[in-house]
């Protein structure tokens, strides 16, 4: 079985955190969710993995390589072209569409080919859907699972028979419209000759065009209802909740990195904390490498504090998320929030930037390291020369 990751989308939904990482490359535990859904492949076996990719796809193309790291071969499909200067421009082709643009590439889909969404974190047992599949004569399987009705208009819901033969698929109905609460997981299974059926002369979307085309044709289309750990970051809001299941130890099989030093404490390497005047930390709390907490300073967990930040002198983070280099200044209070850069996002998802805030309330600490340094050249020489001398 060969697979595919679907990586090409903006994010719009998880902006700020998009404005500077393309979806799949959102962190959970310091590590992208597509690492992940890689890792998870590779220990089935599955090891020819193909990701169509178009937003700041350099990001994922970077980090991933050609999956040597990972015990797996990657590919990468651009959903776009190059124009006559040089520029490379994006075009969108829909989830369909960039999968017929690989096949007409290279023949990539020559046989069963498991299709992911390349921003969920799942645990599926990849070997039971693939016999289930195959023991149906499936050309097709989506992936389900049932949702509260009041949640299926984020969703494509799938409507079926009592063999699980799909009738009917709904793109993100409303509660009042929709048929059925199972709902898709961006998890599918596809047959080569499935590819076929995908138009080459325009986009073409899996769940909107696809799916229907082949409930119409009464073509075997099937679903599996499973029961998985499936973690779906579709917003801000979802993304904060993960951190904070993941932190509480309700996500099984995700193990807070570092080294434990107390109940409920996680530290990265080099880290300075200062538990004078009253310093209090509160697990469960992740405090990753290079981070600065000072004299009474109070941290609240669930709470993930990314590398190289720092806590000023009496502030409070309150079950929050602080991206690398976060300074969140004195006696300031931070209370369910996730900031990243020069953005923060509320539990109920407004955003704010931080020049919304009256005084500012946390900046970017190895900015502000380098522009003290610049200023005050003589006191940071003196302070290298003194820590050369310890």
């Not at 138009?199 to 073409?204: G, Q, V």
Request: hydrophobic share 35%; charged share 25%; glycine share 10%.
């Amino acid at each position: 079985m060969k697979a595919m990751i679907l990586a090409a989308g903006k994010g719009t939904r998880v902006r700020p955190l998009t404005y500077e990482l393309p979806k799949p490359m959102i962190p959970i535990l310091g590590k992208p969710v597509m690492a992940y859904l890689v890792e998870h492949l590779a220990r089935y076996g599955v090891t020819e993995i193909m990701v169509n990719v178009s937003y700041l796809h350099e990001k994922i193309e970077e980090y991933f390589g050609e999956g040597h790291q990972f015990g797996v071969q990657i590919g990468y499909s651009f959903e776009g072209y190059t124009n006559d200067e040089g520029e490379v421009v994006p075009e969108p082709l829909g989830s369909a569409g960039g999968m017929k643009k690989i096949q007409e590439f290279g023949g990539f889909f020559d046989e069963t080919t498991i299709v992911l969404c390349g921003d969920a974190l799942i645990d599926l047992d990849l070997k039971s859907a693939l016999f289930e599949h195959r023991r149906k004569g499936a050309l097709a399987t989506v992936i389900t699972r049932e949702v509260p009705l009041d949640k299926v208009s984020s969703y494509g819901v799938v409507v079926s028979d009592k063999d699980g033969r799909i009738t009917e698929f709904q793109e993100k109905p409303s509660p009042e419209e929709a048929k059925s609460n199972c709902a898709s997981t961006g998890i599918y299974i596809f047959e080569p000759e499935v590819i076929d059926l995908i138009p080459s002369d325009r986009p073409f979307d899996i769940g909107s065009e696809l799916f229907p085309l082949l409930a119409e044709k009464g073509m075997p289309f099937y679903s599996q209802t499973r029961k998985f750990n499936w973690i779906d970051i579709g917003s801000v809001k979802d993304y904060w909740e993960v951190l904070q299941g993941v932190l509480l130890g309700e996500v099984t099989n995700m193990a807070v990195p570092g080294i434990q030093v107390d109940e409920g404490l996680w530290v990265g390497l080099n880290t300075s904390i200062d538990w004078s005047e009253g310093t209090r930390i509160e697990g469960p709390v992740y405090i990753g490498s290079g981070v600065k907490v000072d004299a009474g300073a109070t941290i609240i967990g669930p709470t993930w504090i990314g590398h190289g930040s720092h806590i000023c002198a009496g502030a409070t983070v309150t079950r929050s998320v602080l991206f690398e280099y976060t300074r969140v200044l004195p006696d300031v209070s931070l209370d369910e929030l996730i900031v990243f850069k020069d953005y923060s996002v509320d539990r109920s998802g407004e955003m704010k930037h931080i020049s919304q805030y009256e005084s500012g309330e946390w900046a970017n600490a190895r900015d502000r390291r380098a522009a003290r340094r610049r200023e005050e050249p003589a006191t940071a020489e003196l302070h290298h020369l003194q820590q050369k001398k310890a």
